[in-house]
T-cell receptor, first 114, second 109 residues
Framework: DAGVIQSPRHEVTEMGQEVTLRCKPI?????LFWYRQTMMRGLELLIY????????DSGMPEDRFSAKMPNASFSTLKIQPSEPRDSAVYFC????????????FGSGTRLTVV | RKEVEQDPGPFNVPEGATVAFNCTYS??????FFWYRQDCRKEPKLLMS???SGNEDGRFTAQLNRASQYISLLIRDSKLSDSATYLC??????????FGPGTRLSVLP
Protein backbone atom coordinates (compact mmCIF):
# COMPACT_ATOMS: atom_id res chain seq x y z
CA ASP A 1 0.00 0.00 0.00
CA ALA A 2 1.29 3.47 -0.88
CA GLY A 3 0.10 4.94 2.40
CA VAL A 4 -1.70 8.25 2.78
CA ILE A 5 -0.77 10.51 -0.12
CA GLN A 6 -0.85 14.27 0.16
CA SER A 7 -0.20 16.92 -2.44
CA PRO A 8 1.44 19.26 -2.89
CA ARG A 9 4.38 18.69 -0.53
CA HIS A 10 5.12 22.40 -0.43
CA GLU A 11 3.00 25.39 -1.31
CA VAL A 12 4.00 29.04 -1.29
CA THR A 13 1.26 31.49 -2.06
CA GLU A 14 0.45 35.14 -1.70
CA MET A 15 -1.98 36.44 0.86
CA GLY A 16 -5.52 36.47 -0.50
CA GLN A 17 -5.03 33.58 -2.88
CA GLU A 18 -7.00 30.34 -2.75
CA VAL A 19 -5.12 27.25 -1.63
CA THR A 20 -6.28 23.66 -2.11
CA LEU A 21 -4.63 20.77 -0.32
CA ARG A 22 -5.31 17.21 -1.40
CA CYS A 23 -5.34 13.85 0.31
CA LYS A 24 -5.76 10.25 -0.77
CA PRO A 25 -6.36 7.96 2.21
CA ILE A 26 -5.34 4.33 2.46
CA UNK A 27 -7.78 2.11 0.61
CA UNK A 28 -10.30 0.57 3.00
CA UNK A 29 -9.88 3.19 5.69
CA UNK A 30 -13.21 4.69 6.68
CA UNK A 31 -11.98 7.65 8.74
CA LEU A 32 -10.09 10.65 7.43
CA PHE A 33 -8.64 13.46 9.54
CA TRP A 34 -7.13 16.85 8.72
CA TYR A 35 -4.63 18.28 11.22
CA ARG A 36 -2.60 21.46 11.27
CA GLN A 37 0.75 21.71 13.03
CA THR A 38 2.58 24.83 14.14
CA MET A 39 5.34 25.39 16.64
CA MET A 40 3.07 27.46 18.84
CA ARG A 41 -0.06 25.29 18.84
CA GLY A 42 1.21 21.79 18.09
CA LEU A 43 -1.06 19.36 16.23
CA GLU A 44 -4.63 20.62 16.01
CA LEU A 45 -7.54 18.63 14.60
CA LEU A 46 -9.39 20.66 11.99
CA ILE A 47 -12.06 18.24 10.78
CA TYR A 48 -12.70 14.53 10.38
CA UNK A 49 -14.87 12.37 8.16
CA UNK A 50 -16.41 8.96 8.59
CA UNK A 51 -17.50 7.18 5.40
CA UNK A 52 -17.08 10.47 3.51
CA UNK A 53 -19.41 12.37 5.87
CA UNK A 54 -18.02 15.26 7.96
CA UNK A 55 -18.49 14.38 11.62
CA UNK A 56 -16.79 17.17 13.53
CA ASP A 57 -15.58 20.43 12.01
CA SER A 58 -15.35 22.35 15.26
CA GLY A 59 -11.62 22.73 14.79
CA MET A 60 -11.91 24.61 11.52
CA PRO A 61 -10.60 28.05 12.47
CA GLU A 62 -13.03 30.14 10.47
CA ASP A 63 -15.19 30.31 7.36
CA ARG A 64 -12.16 30.73 5.17
CA PHE A 65 -11.49 27.02 5.67
CA SER A 66 -13.58 24.31 4.03
CA ALA A 67 -13.11 20.59 3.51
CA LYS A 68 -14.78 18.04 1.29
CA MET A 69 -14.65 14.32 0.78
CA PRO A 70 -16.52 13.53 -2.46
CA ASN A 71 -15.59 9.85 -2.35
CA ALA A 72 -13.73 7.32 -0.26
CA SER A 73 -10.42 7.92 -2.00
CA PHE A 74 -10.12 11.69 -2.06
CA SER A 75 -10.43 14.72 0.21
CA THR A 76 -9.58 18.40 -0.12
CA LEU A 77 -8.93 21.18 2.35
CA LYS A 78 -9.42 24.64 0.89
CA ILE A 79 -8.41 28.01 2.30
CA GLN A 80 -9.93 31.06 0.65
CA PRO A 81 -8.64 33.70 1.04
CA SER A 82 -5.34 32.64 2.58
CA GLU A 83 -3.58 34.70 5.24
CA PRO A 84 0.00 34.62 6.58
CA ARG A 85 -1.22 33.13 9.89
CA ASP A 86 -2.39 30.07 7.95
CA SER A 87 1.25 29.13 7.38
CA ALA A 88 1.71 25.68 8.89
CA VAL A 89 2.15 22.03 8.03
CA TYR A 90 -1.17 20.41 7.18
CA PHE A 91 -1.41 16.66 7.73
CA CYS A 92 -4.02 14.26 6.51
CA UNK A 93 -4.43 10.94 8.36
CA UNK A 94 -6.66 7.95 7.87
CA UNK A 95 -7.69 4.92 9.88
CA UNK A 96 -9.95 1.91 9.78
CA UNK A 97 -12.34 2.12 12.71
CA UNK A 98 -11.40 5.52 14.04
CA UNK A 99 -9.13 6.55 16.86
CA UNK A 100 -8.93 3.26 18.79
CA UNK A 101 -7.12 1.68 15.87
CA UNK A 102 -4.45 4.32 15.44
CA UNK A 103 -3.81 6.65 12.55
CA UNK A 104 -1.54 6.64 9.52
CA PHE A 105 -0.40 10.10 8.52
CA GLY A 106 0.52 11.46 5.15
CA SER A 107 3.79 13.31 4.65
CA GLY A 108 2.07 16.65 5.04
CA THR A 109 1.82 19.85 3.02
CA ARG A 110 4.04 22.70 4.17
CA LEU A 111 2.09 25.88 3.43
CA THR A 112 3.69 29.30 3.43
CA VAL A 113 1.51 32.35 2.87
CA VAL A 114 3.48 35.52 2.17
CA ARG B 1 -6.26 21.81 32.96
CA LYS B 2 -5.16 21.06 29.40
CA GLU B 3 -6.45 17.86 27.83
CA VAL B 4 -2.98 16.42 27.39
CA GLU B 5 0.19 17.66 29.05
CA GLN B 6 3.76 16.70 28.35
CA ASP B 7 7.10 18.09 29.41
CA PRO B 8 8.39 19.66 26.17
CA GLY B 9 12.02 18.94 27.06
CA PRO B 10 14.43 18.74 25.46
CA PHE B 11 15.73 15.69 27.22
CA ASN B 12 19.41 15.44 26.35
CA VAL B 13 20.77 12.00 27.22
CA PRO B 14 23.94 10.11 26.30
CA GLU B 15 23.84 7.00 24.16
CA GLY B 16 23.01 3.94 26.21
CA ALA B 17 21.06 5.84 28.84
CA THR B 18 17.57 5.03 30.01
CA VAL B 19 15.05 7.83 29.71
CA ALA B 20 11.38 8.09 30.66
CA PHE B 21 8.62 10.50 29.74
CA ASN B 22 5.26 10.97 31.39
CA CYS B 23 2.08 12.33 29.90
CA THR B 24 -1.04 13.35 31.81
CA TYR B 25 -4.51 13.41 30.30
CA SER B 26 -7.78 14.89 31.56
CA UNK B 27 -10.44 12.85 29.74
CA UNK B 28 -11.17 9.94 32.06
CA UNK B 29 -13.32 8.36 29.35
CA UNK B 30 -10.33 7.70 27.08
CA UNK B 31 -9.94 4.00 26.39
CA UNK B 32 -7.14 3.94 23.84
CA PHE B 33 -3.71 5.42 24.27
CA PHE B 34 -0.77 5.65 21.93
CA TRP B 35 2.72 6.99 21.63
CA TYR B 36 3.68 8.51 18.29
CA ARG B 37 7.15 9.47 17.21
CA GLN B 38 7.80 12.47 14.99
CA ASP B 39 11.15 13.12 13.37
CA CYS B 40 12.11 16.64 12.41
CA ARG B 41 10.06 17.83 9.42
CA LYS B 42 8.33 14.47 9.08
CA GLU B 43 4.89 13.12 9.84
CA PRO B 44 4.02 11.46 13.17
CA LYS B 45 4.34 7.69 13.10
CA LEU B 46 2.76 5.23 15.47
CA LEU B 47 5.32 3.93 17.94
CA MET B 48 3.19 1.79 20.19
CA SER B 49 -0.19 1.31 21.78
CA UNK B 50 -0.64 1.43 25.53
CA UNK B 51 -2.76 -1.19 27.22
CA UNK B 52 -3.93 -1.37 30.80
CA SER B 53 -1.37 -4.09 31.46
CA GLY B 54 1.43 -2.12 29.85
CA ASN B 55 3.17 -2.85 26.58
CA GLU B 56 6.78 -3.68 25.79
CA ASP B 57 8.42 -3.64 22.39
CA GLY B 58 12.15 -4.23 22.48
CA ARG B 59 13.78 -1.28 24.22
CA PHE B 60 10.48 0.55 24.60
CA THR B 61 8.01 0.10 27.45
CA ALA B 62 4.72 1.97 27.74
CA GLN B 63 2.49 1.93 30.80
CA LEU B 64 -0.89 3.33 31.74
CA ASN B 65 -1.98 4.55 35.16
CA ARG B 66 -5.71 5.15 34.98
CA ALA B 67 -6.07 6.19 38.62
CA SER B 68 -3.63 9.05 38.17
CA GLN B 69 -4.49 9.55 34.50
CA TYR B 70 -1.06 9.38 32.99
CA ILE B 71 0.83 7.24 30.54
CA SER B 72 4.56 6.76 30.43
CA LEU B 73 7.20 5.76 27.91
CA LEU B 74 10.50 4.23 28.94
CA ILE B 75 13.37 3.89 26.48
CA ARG B 76 16.28 1.68 27.48
CA ASP B 77 19.75 1.70 25.91
CA SER B 78 19.07 4.90 23.96
CA LYS B 79 20.34 5.09 20.38
CA LEU B 80 21.19 8.17 18.35
CA SER B 81 18.29 7.22 16.08
CA ASP B 82 15.86 7.61 18.99
CA SER B 83 16.27 11.38 18.75
CA ALA B 84 12.81 12.69 17.90
CA THR B 85 9.71 14.23 19.41
CA TYR B 86 7.42 11.80 21.22
CA LEU B 87 3.73 12.58 21.18
CA CYS B 88 1.35 11.19 23.76
CA UNK B 89 -2.11 10.52 22.37
CA UNK B 90 -5.28 9.57 24.26
CA UNK B 91 -8.33 9.07 22.11
CA UNK B 92 -11.25 11.42 22.58
CA UNK B 93 -14.50 9.63 23.35
CA UNK B 94 -13.67 6.96 20.77
CA UNK B 95 -13.75 9.40 17.89
CA UNK B 96 -10.52 11.24 17.39
CA UNK B 97 -7.16 11.97 18.91
CA UNK B 98 -6.04 14.88 21.00
CA PHE B 99 -2.32 15.05 20.61
CA GLY B 100 -0.07 16.22 23.35
CA PRO B 101 2.49 18.96 22.59
CA GLY B 102 5.26 16.38 22.49
CA THR B 103 8.51 15.77 24.34
CA ARG B 104 11.73 16.30 22.44
CA LEU B 105 14.50 13.78 22.98
CA SER B 106 18.09 14.26 21.87
CA VAL B 107 20.42 11.30 22.27
CA LEU B 108 24.01 12.49 22.28
CA PRO B 109 27.10 10.53 21.18
Amino acid sequence: DAGVIQSPRHEVTEMGQEVTLRCKPISGHDYLFWYRQTMMRGLELLIYFNNNVPIDDSGMPEDRFSAKMPNASFSTLKIQPSEPRDSAVYFCASSRGGAPMGYTFGSGTRLTVV
Amino acid sequence: RKEVEQDPGPFNVPEGATVAFNCTYSNSASQSFFWYRQDCRKEPKLLMSVYSSGNEDGRFTAQLNRASQYISLLIRDSKLSDSATYLCVPENYGQNFVFGPGTRLSVLP
